[in-house]
């Protein structure tokens, strides 16, 4: 692993129409775009990436955004006015925050003191020291974006490997979809029938998740969601579960391996009831096990 800070001045980010970048980010949990080093760069597709922007004064400069490189350095024409070629990277940024918000440079001083932070004045690329890392991952913990959904972990905030994510896809986070769904289908999960709201009262309300299941294959450009057939809801374990395989699970083949290993609705299957489907087996079976 390496991590280096990528630092911009706000021209770099009014590049992009910045808000709406920081709006499909919280929406999507990804924004891809190159970005334009200079020189070759020794990084490798993975590094995490902090972005800074280094405005003219400390209300405009800090720490504002987290992504990881997507690709190694190439060179590439650097505009549209320009023949000249420039190196570059791609960098999926996974978590941003509005401009105005960032983690102004008095705190990161603060919190790891010493001249790294000047170094990465205006555009640059920035080797992270190992040090650096928890700090930076608390700090973004600390004042970094937040998600609507409690259960989700914001990109940043842990070392990369110690959490494992969840691939979904931006239907499933797009809250008017998702009210509707559940409007429809109601709040227990479809494949295993937990409840979050009789298990923990009002405390589990909000708690369910909403899956896909429309293969990807399958949308088109011209795709329409639809919520209530194409959005179902889930528990967060047969979620993680349906998420293990890629095409993801179905809820019938979720039941399947439920009932495989003798879990029904949440329950464990008693010895009576295991002794029962014992002797069914071997009536049907004709008597053969
Ligand atoms: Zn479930
Ligand atoms: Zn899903």
Request: net charge negative; glycine share 12%.
């Amino acid at each position: 692993m390496a991590a280096v800070i990528l630092g911009c001045d706000t021209n770099g980010l009014h590049r992009w129409d910045y808000g709406a970048v920081v709006a499909q980010v919280a929406q999507s949990g990804r924004f891809l775009d190159r970005w334009r080093v200079g020189f070759c760069p020794d990084i490798l597709p993975g590094t995490e990436a902090w972005l800074l922007v280094q405005g003219g004064n400390d209300a405009g400069s800090g720490l504002i955004g987290h992504g990881s490189v997507a690709s190694e350095p190439y060179q590439a024409a650097a505009g549209d006015d320009s023949d000249a070629n420039d190196w570059f990277i791609a960098v999926a940024f996974d978590a941003l925050l509005p401009l105005g918000e960032q983690i102004r440079p008095g705190t990161l001083r603060e919190a790891f003191p010493g001249d790294l932070w000047a170094k990465a004045n205006g555009p640059s690329l920035v080797t992270l020291p190992p040090s650096s890392w928890p700090v930076l991952q608390r700090l973004w913990r600390e004042y970094g974006p937040t998600t609507p959904d409690p259960t989700e972990v914001v990109a940043g905030t842990f070392p990369p490997g110690g959490v494992s994510h969840i691939q979904v896809n931006r239907f499933e986070r797009d809250p008017d979809a998702r009210r509707a769904c559940l409007a429809f289908h109601g709040t227990s999960c479809a494949a295993c029938g937990f409840s979050f709201e009789s298990a923990y009262g009002e405390a589990g309300t909000g708690a369910t998740a909403v899956h896909h299941v429309v293969p990807p294959a399958m949308i088109g450009s011209g795709y329409q969601l639809d919520p209530i057939a194409d959005l179902i809801p889930l528990c967060h374990n047969c979620h993680a579960v349906a998420h293990g395989a890629n095409p993801a699970r179905t809820v019938s083949e979720l039941r399947s391996i439920m009932s495989a290993a003798g879990h029904v609705r949440g329950e464990v299957v008693t010895d009576l009831a295991l002794q029962a489907q014992e002797d069914a087996r071997r009536i049907l079976g004709g008597g053969k096990t």
